[in-house]
């Protein structure tokens, strides 16, 4: 069975919870302020959703194994792949341009919108500086964000 779900049906539920909620915060002796207070709560002005917004999927761009195999990132960055770290899923183009830039040495920053994975895009190249920063410079699996911009 598939489960469907209506955005106008979930805002409603919550809309109700929230008024819910405010009608349990505080008791009102008061009948006559308890009516004003309870009519103010109903009125649809309390909300203005439901928010609905259709944005179109990101670009995609190369792969972190593209990007090993290009010497953006140095290959020990492969030893992160894993279910959780695909090596083999292409990246969004904002997110390799922005991984390009920072391997080169460039100030980057990163505006697109929610779930676009703008942490991801500065996190890569990023947290692979460390080992330059550790005794050595050498790669440690414990250590798992050290593989290294060449």
């Known amino acids: 069975m598939t489960a469907i779900f209506d955005p106008l049906a979930t805002s409603e539920l919550i809309i109700d919870g929230y008024r819910r909620y405010l009608r349990s915060l505080l008791p009102v002796r008061d009948a006559r302020i308890a009516e004003a207070l309870d009519r103010e709560i109903s009125r649809s002005a309390l909300t203005k959703g ?19 195999a290009a010497g953006v ?9 894993s279910d959780a770290l695909p090596m083999d899923r292409p990246l969004y183009r904002h997110q390799e341009q922005a991984i390009r830039k920072i391997a080169a040495g460039r100030n980057v920053i990163v505006a697109s919108g929610t779930g676009s994975g703008k942490q991801k895009a500065s996190w890569y190249p990023s947290s692979t ?3 330059r920063n550790r005794p050595g410079g050498h790669w440690d699996p414990a250590y798992a964000p050290s593989c290294c911009i060449p």
């Open 129 to 131: 500086r460390c080992p």
């Open 50 to 68: 439901p928010l609905l917004e259709s944005a179109p999927p990101y670009e995609h761009g190369a792969t972190l194994a593209d990007l090993v």
């Open 73 to 81: 990132l140095n290959p020990a960055f492969q030893r992160l792949g």
